[in-house]
């Protein structure tokens, strides 16, 4: 079945530093992979999303993720973290092509003056 | 961009009632919603998907007599919760896929249940 794991449940970084969050999904064929940022009582907010093509992918508000087929993941890069980021991310595939999103446990990000 | 919009954002309702959640794709047409459950430090947790005009797909363990699903229409879902009770208690989110082929979320509704 496919799963998506999300090793780090809590992630603390100083403000400027950089970040990356860990992804690993397990999946029969190469998966449509999906980043989300939520805060406290919100909704998702789309990141980024690898369909297929170039492994590295440029998202919003900074942040880029690359696929890394031979190691089964989609890891989630930063190069500066600012206060904002605080918040829960998560990784997702698609079950199969237009259903529904299989979502990681979430890691939180914590971020110190 | 695709939008969805989600109401009420958060509700208090009495034991046994029932409660609806609108879920709204404003600026695209969807004819796929999916209903989502979130416990507090939680994942997301799939309950259904919701196909325009016909019945909604439940997952496992989701009791299609309490949550009841329609999609009526290309931009609007509805999830009542009937008979609600303590344990309904939670954060419920929908989604939509867009012709970028992304999912679109909205911005969840609260329940709680006294």
């Known amino acids: 079945a496919q799963s998506v794991t999300q090793p780090d449940i809590h992630i603390t970084v100083s403000e400027g530093a950089s970040l990356e969050l860990r992804c690993n999904y397990s999946?029969?064929?190469?998966?449509?992979l999906f980043w989300y940022v939520q805060s406290p009582g919100q909704g998702l907010q789309l990141l980024l999303k690898?369909?297929?093509?170039?492994?590295l992918v440029q998202g919003i508000k900074g942040f880029e993720a690359e696929f890394k087929r031979s190691q089964s993941s989609f890891n989630l890069r930063k190069p500066s973290v600012h206060w904002s980021d605080a918040a829960e991310y998560f990784c997702?595939?698609?079950?199969?092509?237009?259903?529904?999103?299989?979502f990681g446990k979430g890691t939180s990000l914590l971020v110190t003056p | 961009g695709a939008v969805v919009s989600q109401h009420p954002s958060w509700v208090i309702c009495k034991s046994g009632t029932s409660v609806k959640i609108e879920c709204r794709s404003l600026?695209?047409?969807?004819?796929?919603m999916f209903w989502y459950r979130q416990f507090p430090k939680q994942s997301l947790m799939l309950m259904a998907t919701?196909?325009?005009?016909?019945?909604?797909?439940?997952e496992q363990g989701v009791e299609k007599d309490k949550f009841l699903i329609n999609h009526a229409s290309l931009t609007l879902s509805t999830l009542t919760v009937t008979s609600a009770h303590p344990e309904d208690s939670s954060f419920y989110i929908c989604?939509?896929?867009?012709?970028?082929?992304?999912?679109?979320f909205g911005s969840g509704t609260r329940l709680t249940v006294v």
């Open positions: 989604s939509a896929s867009d012709s970028n082929y992304g999912y679109t």
């Open positions: 999946y029969g064929a190469t998966p449509y």
């Open positions: 690898y369909f297929s093509g170039d492994t």
């Open positions: 997702a595939v698609d079950r199969l092509r237009g259903y529904a999103l299989n």
């Open positions: 600026d695209f047409q969807a004819t796929t």
């Open positions: 919701s196909n325009e005009g016909s019945k909604a797909t439940y």
